[in-house]
């Protein structure tokens, strides 16, 4: 292939990737330091870009060499957040995934796939004490933070408000999109272990607090329910017409899975892995999107519809769920 034609479709790869509403042009202009007839050039390929242009354009959109030319390899190309910078909060960490989903609404058309060995963390925001439970065991527990190591979980003194407060805003954003999850018996018991292991080890404050977390859950699944009944996305207390966008929930007892997003924007995918806890790695490589939603299908073809449909199969799931909750009392 010609220079000139790389270059060219190099820009149209580009203006695909990015948000109908922003112009790449503008992008280009900020980015490169470049006159606006300088990038034009440039895109009709009068004018090659430099190295150190290709460099920066790359990095700036995380844009892997490989895919661009199409190179026939197995090399697929992940963006990592975070990796080189230093150890977020949560509530940092929480304002970045509003920022992700806020950027994904920009597109004319949004949908996520999401295989669900965890729950998405956005769903611990629905009610507070959960949500003050979950943000102080990643802060503590996962992120180490020093100030917490001698402290207990209590309501009164970690209810984290702001970070309840970008949690619902997530849900929100999340709300606004078509979304179809595959759900499992173990996707809730993560945070039933976590709960059990500050039970026995005396990390929670008072029993109240523990109570308070408890009925949280409960509520948490009732609505998770509620929203699967009627194949919709909303908040607590919502009435019929704040609804949503369309949820389908599946529940497949086979296989256990990892926690994969697959998020649609237009004619693109972008595939999202979970590693090491919060963290997750991201491409927009096509060839993995598009095996990753093959092996989406597999799992739906080997999986039930309990949404809107299959009452007998939902009420079995979430009460399975529940009893399990329950027992963390005993």
């Not at 790869?13 to 990015?18: D, R, S």
């Not at 999850?181 to 005396?202: F, K, L, P, V």
């Not at 523990?210 to 194949?231: P, R, S």
Request: net charge neutral; charged share 25%; glycine share 4%.
């Amino acid at each position: 292939m010609e220079t000139n034609q790389l270059q060219q479709q190099l820009f149209n790869y580009l203006k695909e990737q990015l948000p109908p509403h922003l112009s790449m042009v503008d992008e280009l202009c900020d980015l490169l330091d470049l006159s606006a007839d300088s990038v034009y050039r440039r895109i009709r390929g009068e004018k090659p870009i430099s190295l150190t242009e290709l460099k920066k354009i790359c990095s700036h959109y995380h844009l892997s060499i490989d895919q661009l030319l199409q190179l026939e390899n197995e090399t697929v190309i992940f963006t990592a957040p975070g990796l080189n910078g230093k150890q977020v909060s949560m509530k940092e960490y929480l304002q970045n995934g509003l920022g992700l989903l806020k950027h994904f609404n920009s597109f004319k058309q949004t949908s996520l796939h999401y295989i669900c060995k965890d729950s998405p963390i956005w769903y611990f925001y629905l009610f507070p004490a959960l949500a003050a439970f979950k943000t102080f065991f990643w802060s503590k527990t996962i992120y180490d933070e020093p100030a917490l190591q001698s402290k207990q979980f209590s309501m009164d003194e970690f209810s984290y408000p702001d970070c309840f407060a970008i949690g619902q805003q997530m849900l929100r954003e999340h709300a606004r999109y078509d979304t179809t999850e595959i759900w499992n018996n173990e996707t809730m018991h993560s945070t039933i272990s976590q709960i059990a292991y500050y039970r026995d080890s005396g990390n929670f404050k008072t029993n109240d607090d523990f109570e308070a977390v408890i009925q949280a859950f409960f509520q948490t699944l009732d609505h998770l329910q509620l929203q699967a009944e009627k194949g919709v996305k909303f908040m607590p207390g919502d009435t019929d017409v704040s609804y949503k966008g369309p949820i389908n929930v599946f529940i497949n007892e086979l296989i256990i899975g990892n926690n994969k997003f697959i998020f649609s924007l237009d004619e693109h995918r972008i595939t999202m892995l979970a590693h090491s806890a919060l963290n997750y790695v991201s491409t927009r490589d096509k060839r993995f999107a598009d095996q990753s939603f093959v092996y989406f299908n597999t799992l739906i073809s080997r999986s039930t519809l309990i949404s809107k449909t299959g009452e007998r199969e939902r009420n079995r799931f979430f009460n399975t769920i529940r009893d399990k909750v329950s027992a963390l009392r005993k």
